[in-house]
């Protein structure tokens, strides 16, 4: 069989497609964790929250039908707020007793979440309202729908946002001089407490946008969605080195593009464990992650 | 107040480690973890779920069977074999001394929890509905009729200890189910027990060669489904589009839906059509964009889709998306209200299905609509005409006359008297009847019966098995409508 050039680029179209949402949940959970020190299993959640809370909101279930935007939005900043009340009535009183009892709290904070959910809404699955488009071909070469070419586009945008965040504001520097040295920056007159709040809004609501992504390309879906998803995000921030938004970025990318090609030109059986062996291989070879440094 | 809250926290800890360890258990992938997490929550509902006594048996059984084994049946039903042969001691021993003892009960297995929570919900308000009907007739041998429902979870593990729990702990003196997701995990468990079994929903080729002796059903196998979806796709005559000529198959990797794919694909060739792919498509997945690219370079003009709901909701979908213009052809699983609402009606337009069809003699003599308001006014739906409804009718009346014919021969209403009985009451040239009511009092005349039932003349074969007839369906604007019948003989 010869080579198909526009299967491939279609391929690589599907690649950074799946990536820009792996980007969005990566820098979410590489954020927190740069800040905060340990590895946020309950981010899953974040992203199972986002996407039922917009469903729910834009579904009329409180009473009010949004339109799908503006339930997104909606939805990303209610799960911000939610995750600072997670963090502070889970995390931030056994901040001090390290990495260990915190990151198996918040495996345990994210059963409660999901069961939560499972046991208010039901296992049935959702599907948001969105639009179901063919796809449109671009220079004659690669098609898409105008949906995945908008999450493609948020997502860009997301990471440009938090680049504006991360260089440009005070809460920025903050966060990276927390990341460098906490204790330091103590003493230096920055507020942690403070900054882990609004890093914990941040991180939680980018979470948030990833699971409306995914749920706007990747329907129906259940309230194990967000669990499930989580260990391929695992796979880009580890990949991208963990606590490193950039890296994460890239990661994410490389591990949409390893699923995409993975199901093309392996087995389509095998989709999520093409991010797994990725994951196995980095935490072998390159524990550090592919892009070294700070931030 | 420190060490209060400190306290506070100890105990959240403790709380969210338990809650967690218990997740773990539960924790599979995909459609897997959402089942097992809600059968504990139908566990409340659905009256004595899953707390017997084999209950700490399922627990380390559903943990081996998620976390090992993922949701691959074989596998599943593997280690449910092992389990099956460190309880078969215990078991044998009870099986046929149920009888004599307490009140004739008649046990429901089926999944009450998760995806396939429709069919349970289908089929026991119909059980529960003639069982109702047999006590009013006086019951068996004088004594009321009780029904015991367990939860399958569509899950081998989850089924063969809730079938442990019927056969040994609730001593039932007949089965009403499995699916065909669960079918093989049980199978040997009812032959050792010698448990009279009526499934009206396992089509699984499976059964093709065995059962017969205490294993019946009241459903078309998939061999013949399978053989009518061929005939159907090749035939304009039965789908009144199209003699289709290629053909695509998409697959799910379970049993219940490879039990499809043999037959379609030879019956499909036999007809002189040819098959482009026959693919297997994991369930449970994300997204089915690589598969359905796959399915589409291999240019069929129909598919023929044999997944779940929510799988075969993305895969018609990204076929959409992907400028598929071929048509679909789908199975029981997907030819129901649920798929269709999920659905945009423009990927659905036009799209075929398979279902089983009205008996000829049982809708002419009215017998069918009568069973549909029957059914209505008492379990309240909206339409009579539910899956599995008029098998589980015949599986129903089957079993309770068989159960009728043992007392009436003054026999003891044993298992095995009973699994013996079944072939008789449903065998011609005897008199004929349509209901237990009726069957009940021809009995008491004593005089032999053959019984005739809703979706079919129901008369078992050396295994248990039975023909019906096939009806093609065809969707539009959300709605499936007949497009035309397949009786058995023209297969």
Same mark, same amino acid.
């Not at chain 1, 979410?28 to 020190?37: C, D, E, I, K, M």
């Not at chain 2, 105990?11 to 959402?34: E, K, M, N, P, T």
């Given at each position: 069989?010869?080579?198909?050039?526009?299967?491939?680029?279609?391929?690589?179209?599907?690649? +950074?497609?799946?990536?820009?949402?792996?980007?969005?949940?990566?820098?979410?959970?590489?954020?927190?964790?740069?800040?905060?020190?340990?590895?946020?299993?309950?981010?899953?959640?974040? +992203?199972?929250?986002?996407?039922?809370?917009?469903?729910?909101?834009?579904?009329?279930?409180?009473?009010?039908?949004?339109?799908?935007?503006?339930?997104?939005?909606?939805?990303? +900043?209610?799960?911000?707020?939610?995750?600072?009340?997670?963090?502070?009535?889970?995390?931030?009183?056994?901040?001090?007793?390290?990495?260990?009892?915190?990151?198996?709290?918040?495996?345990?904070?994210?059963?409660?979440?999901?069961?939560?959910?499972?046991?208010?809404?039901?296992?049935?699955?959702?599907?948001?309202?969105?639009?179901?488009?063919?796809?449109?071909?671009?220079?004659?070469?690669?098609?898409?729908?105008?949906?995945?070419?908008?999450?493609?586009?948020?997502?860009?945008?997301?990471?440009?946002?938090?680049?504006?965040?991360?260089?440009?504001?005070?809460?920025?520097?903050?966060?990276?001089?927390?990341?460098?040295?906490?204790?330091?920056?103590?003493?230096?007159?920055?507020?942690?407490?403070?900054?882990?709040?609004?890093?914990?809004?941040?991180?939680?609501?980018?979470?948030?946008?990833?699971?409306?992504?995914?749920?706007?390309?990747?329907?129906?879906?259940?309230?194990?969605?967000?669990?499930?998803?989580?260990?391929?995000?695992?796979?880009?921030?580890?990949?991208?080195?963990?606590?490193?938004?950039?890296?994460?970025?890239?990661?994410?990318?490389?591990?949409?593009?390893?699923?995409?090609?993975?199901?093309?030109?392996?087995?389509?059986?095998?989709?999520?464990?093409?991010?797994?062996?990725?994951?196995?291989?980095?935490?072998?070879?390159?524990?550090?992650?592919?892009?070294?440094?700070?931030? | 107040?420190?060490?209060?809250?400190?306290?506070?926290?100890?105990?959240?800890?403790?709380?969210?480690?338990?809650?967690?360890?218990?997740?773990?258990?539960?924790?599979?992938?995909?459609?897997?973890?959402?089942?097992?997490?809600?059968?504990?929550?139908?566990?409340?509902?659905?009256?004595?779920?899953?707390?017997?006594?084999?209950?700490?048996?399922?627990?380390?059984?559903?943990?081996?069977?998620?976390?090992?084994?993922?949701?691959?049946?074989?596998?599943?039903?593997?280690?449910?074999?092992?389990?099956?042969?460190?309880?078969?001691?215990?078991?044998?021993?009870?099986?046929?001394?149920?009888?004599?003892?307490?009140?004739?009960?008649?046990?429901?297995?089926?999944?009450?929890?998760?995806?396939?929570?429709?069919?349970?919900?289908?089929?026991?308000?119909?059980?529960?509905?003639?069982?109702?009907?047999?006590?009013?007739?006086?019951?068996?041998?004088?004594?009321?009729?009780?029904?015991?429902?367990?939860?399958?979870?569509?899950?081998?593990?989850?089924?063969?200890?809730?079938?442990?729990?019927?056969?040994?702990?609730?001593?039932?003196?007949?089965?009403?189910?499995?699916?065909?997701?669960?079918?093989?995990?049980?199978?040997?468990?009812?032959?050792?027990?010698?448990?009279?079994?009526?499934?009206?929903?396992?089509?699984?080729?499976?059964?093709?060669?065995?059962?017969?002796?205490?294993?019946?059903?009241?459903?078309?196998?998939?061999?013949?489904?399978?053989?009518?979806?061929?005939?159907?796709?090749?035939?304009?005559?039965?789908?009144?589009?199209?003699?289709?000529?290629?053909?695509?198959?998409?697959?799910?990797?379970? /049993?219940?839906?490879?039990?499809?794919?043999?037959?379609?694909?030879?019956?499909?060739?036999?007809?002189?059509?040819?098959?482009?792919?026959?693919?297997?498509?994991?369930?449970?997945?994300?997204?089915?964009?690589? /598969?359905?690219?796959?399915?589409?370079?291999?240019?069929? /003009?129909?598919?023929?889709?044999?997944?779940?709901?929510?799988?075969?909701?993305?895969?018609?979908?990204?076929?959409?998306?992907?400028?598929?213009?071929?048509?679909?052809?789908?199975?029981?699983?997907?030819?129901?209200?649920?798929?269709?609402?999920?659905?945009?009606?423009?990927?659905?337009?036009?799209?075929?299905?398979?279902?089983?069809?009205?008996?000829?003699?049982?809708?002419?003599?009215?017998?069918?609509?009568?069973?549909?308001?029957?059914?209505?006014?008492?379990?309240?739906?909206?339409?009579?005409?539910?899956?599995?409804?008029?098998?589980?009718?015949?599986?129903?009346?089957?079993?309770?006359?068989?159960?009728?014919?043992?007392?009436?021969?003054?026999?003891?209403?044993?298992?095995?008297?009973?699994?013996?009985?079944?072939?008789?009451?449903?065998?011609?040239?005897?008199?004929?009847?349509?209901?237990?009511?009726?069957?009940?009092?021809?009995?008491?005349?004593?005089?032999?019966?053959?019984?005739?039932?809703?979706?079919?003349?129901?008369?078992?074969?050396?295994?248990?098995?039975?023909?019906?007839?096939?009806?093609?369906?065809?969707?539009?604007?959300?709605?499936?409508? /007949?497009?035309?019948?397949?009786?058995?003989?023209?297969?």
């Amino acid at each position: 069989m010869a080579f198909d050039q526009l299967q491939f680029l279609q391929t690589v179209v599907f690649g +950074l497609i799946e990536g820009s949402v792996i980007a969005v949940g990566a820098v979410g959970l590489t954020l927190s964790y740069s800040v905060t020190r340990f590895i946020n299993f309950a981010y899953g959640e974040f +992203l199972t929250y986002g996407a039922y809370l917009t469903v729910f909101l834009a579904g009329g279930l409180f009473g009010i039908s949004l339109p799908l935007p503006a339930a997104a939005v909606a939805a990303i +900043l209610i799960v911000g707020a939610f995750g600072v009340g997670v963090s502070r009535v889970f995390f931030e009183p056994i901040s001090e007793r390290g990495a260990l009892p915190l990151l198996i709290t918040s495996i345990g904070v994210s059963f409660i979440l999901r069961n939560g959910l499972q046991a208010w809404v039901g296992v049935q699955a959702r599907q948001l309202p969105v639009p179901l488009m063919r796809r449109t071909e671009y220079f004659g070469l690669v098609e898409l729908t105008d949906l995945e070419l908008s999450v493609v586009v948020v997502s860009i945008a997301t990471m440009l946002a938090v680049h504006f965040v991360l260089q440009r504001t005070m809460l920025g520097k903050r966060m990276r001089a927390i990341s460098g040295n906490r204790s330091l920056a103590e003493v230096a007159g920055i507020d942690t407490t403070r900054i882990v709040r609004q890093t914990w809004f941040i991180s939680a609501a980018a979470g948030a946008l990833s699971g409306v992504l995914y749920a706007v390309l990747f329907s129906p879906f259940r309230p194990a969605v967000g669990f499930e998803y989580l260990i391929v995000i695992f796979a880009a921030t580890l990949l991208g080195g963990i606590g490193r938004p950039y890296g994460a970025m890239l990661g994410a990318v490389l591990i949409g593009l390893a699923m995409n090609f993975g199901s093309t030109y392996l087995s389509a059986n095998y989709t999520r464990a093409y991010a797994f062996l990725i994951l196995v291989a980095v935490l072998l070879v390159r524990p550090e992650g592919i892009r070294g440094g700070e931030f | 107040m420190p060490s209060d809250r400190r306290k506070f926290l100890k105990r959240a800890g403790s709380v969210a480690a338990v809650v967690g360890l218990a997740g773990c258990i539960g924790g599979g992938d995909g459609s897997g973890s959402a089942t097992t997490d809600s059968g504990s929550a139908g566990g409340n509902t659905t009256t004595q779920n899953g707390d017997g006594g084999s209950d700490s048996a399922t627990t380390d059984d559903s943990s081996m069977g998620s976390n090992t084994t993922g949701q691959d049946g074989d596998n599943g039903s593997d280690s449910a074999t092992t389990d099956d042969g460190s309880m078969g001691g215990n078991t044998t021993g009870q099986g046929d001394g149920s009888g004599g003892s307490g009140t004739p009960t008649i046990g429901v297995l089926l999944p009450f929890s998760g995806d396939y929570a429709w069919v349970g919900a289908n089929v026991l308000p119909v059980t529960e509905m003639l069982v109702e009907e047999i006590n009013n007739q006086g019951g068996i041998g004088g004594q009321q009729v009780s029904v015991v429902q367990a939860d399958t979870e569509a899950s081998p593990d989850a089924s063969l200890s809730a079938a442990q729990r019927l056969v040994n702990v609730e001593n039932v003196d007949g089965i009403i189910g499995p699916t065909s997701i669960t079918i093989s995990s049980v199978f040997d468990l009812f032959i050792e027990n010698t448990v009279p079994v009526v499934t009206p929903t396992a089509g699984t080729t499976s059964l093709d060669t065995r059962g017969g002796e205490y294993v019946f059903r009241t459903v078309s196998s998939d061999a013949l489904g399978g053989r009518a979806i061929a005939k159907a796709t090749r035939d304009q005559q039965y789908n009144t589009i199209q003699d289709y000529s290629r053909m695509a198959l998409m697959v799910g990797n379970k /049993e219940v839906f490879q039990s499809f794919k043999e037959p379609v694909r030879s019956s499909f060739e036999e007809f002189g059509g040819t098959v482009t792919t026959a693919m297997d498509i994991r369930t449970g997945k994300a997204s089915y964009q690589s /598969e359905v690219q796959a399915m589409m370079d291999s240019d069929p /003009e129909i598919t023929v889709l044999i997944a779940s709901v929510e799988d075969s909701v993305k895969i018609t979908e990204a076929g959409f998306q992907a400028g598929f213009e071929g048509n679909w052809f789908a199975t029981q699983d997907q030819t129901n209200q649920d798929f269709l609402s999920q659905s945009e009606n423009q990927v659905t337009n036009g799209m075929l299905g398979l279902n089983a069809a009205a008996y000829q003699p049982a809708q002419e003599a009215g017998r069918l609509e009568s069973f549909y308001q029957r059914i209505t006014e008492y379990a309240g739906w909206d339409e009579g005409s539910k899956t599995f409804a008029t098998n589980t009718y015949d599986a129903v009346n089957v079993l309770g006359l068989a159960m009728k014919q043992v007392a009436a021969n003054g026999n003891d209403i044993t298992r095995s008297n009973i699994a013996a009985a079944i072939p008789t009451v449903a065998q011609p040239p005897e008199t004929t009847v349509t209901s237990y009511t009726d069957g009940a009092a021809t009995i008491d005349e004593g005089v032999d019966i053959d019984y005739a039932g809703l979706v079919g003349p129901i008369n078992f074969d050396e295994n248990g098995d039975i023909v019906a007839p096939f009806a093609i369906k065809k969707a539009q604007d959300g709605t499936w409508t /007949e497009a035309a019948s397949l009786p058995p003989e023209a297969l």
